[in-house]
């Protein structure tokens, strides 16, 4: 249940949103003229925007701008838990994955449990106000890739996240595919594909696979060169990554309001 009103403000700070998800399915954001903060408090989502798509995992956020569309699914059973900023409050940060540690969470968790926080109460300011603190410190993580911009290369990219197995079309020549994607992403094709299946990889990890099974499914001929890569990209190794979602699989579970 949502206490959203985005028409009115009243004074308001921080509106939240909860939904529960039993199974893989769209999530279904409109644009919104005000900031977020879309917190995974169990389970994994993808997330694509304009320019990047990204990988949200479970006790992970993700910051999105006001006015940025994007399109959203749970990767199976999710709890999903949104926090939307007053313009007025003017936060800065950037459209990203954001780290969680300890107190941003406990921050959440109240704020949906007091929410709407409304300026004029004193402890509800005092909450909005350190949780504006903690949402403009916490680090950036990369789990995400730069989207190339024209139809037909946007089309083959998001085919590739869905099976990095699947040959190019062959009407496309690798030379014009070459060209195109280092124009749009300032990546050339082997880069790309490299970071697409680093990031392949990790929505496998994050929805319960082993490293393993994570390299076959993100294309890898072995799980050094998965492990390789995977390091490379987001500076830790996919094994670690796995004790770390394991560890946010048991936290304490948030309520629902």
Same mark, same amino acid.
């Given at each position: ?71 959203? !699914?749970? +990767?199976?059973?999710?709890? *999903? ?5 007053? &313009? #007025?409050?003017?936060?800065?940060? %950037? ?32 909450? !909005?106000? +350190?949780?504006?603190?903690? *949402? ?5 993580? &990369? #789990?995400?890739?730069?989207?190339? %911009? ?108």
């Amino acid at each position: 249940m949502s206490n959203l009103r985005q028409g009115i403000d009243h004074g308001v700070l921080v509106r939240f949103w909860s939904l529960d998800h039993h199974r893989a399915e769209p999530v279904l954001w409109p644009v919104s003229p005000w900031p977020k903060l879309v917190y995974a408090a169990e389970g994994t989502l993808q997330v694509e925007t304009d320019q990047q798509l990204w990988i949200l995992p479970a006790n992970r956020a993700l910051w999105v701008d006001a006015g940025e569309s994007h399109r959203s !699914a749970t +990767l199976g059973k999710a709890r *999903v838990r949104t926090l939307y900023f007053s &313009p #007025s409050m003017n936060i800065q940060q %950037q459209n990203g994955i954001l780290d969680v540690p300890p107190l941003l969470r406990e921050l959440i968790v109240e704020s949906c449990s007091a929410g709407p926080l409304i300026a004029g109460d004193s402890r509800l300011e005092a909450l !909005a106000i +350190l949780l504006q603190f903690e *949402v403009e410190k916490a680090s950036m993580i &990369p #789990s995400g890739i730069v989207m190339p %911009q024209s139809d037909w290369m946007r089309e083959w990219a998001s085919q590739f996240i869905d099976n990095p197995l699947e040959p190019p079309p062959c009407s496309w020549s690798r030379r014009t595919m070459e060209r195109q994607m280092l124009k749009e992403t300032g990546l050339t094709l082997g880069q790309w594909c490299q970071q697409a299946r680093a990031v392949v990889g990790l929505r496998a990890l994050s929805t319960g696979a082993t490293v393993g099974e994570a390299a076959v499914e993100a294309g890898f001929a072995t799980s050094s060169g998965f492990v390789h890569s995977f390091r490379k990209r987001f500076g830790t190794t996919p094994g670690s990554i796995s004790r770390d979602l394991l560890k946010s699989s048991q936290l304490e579970t948030i309520p629902h309001h």
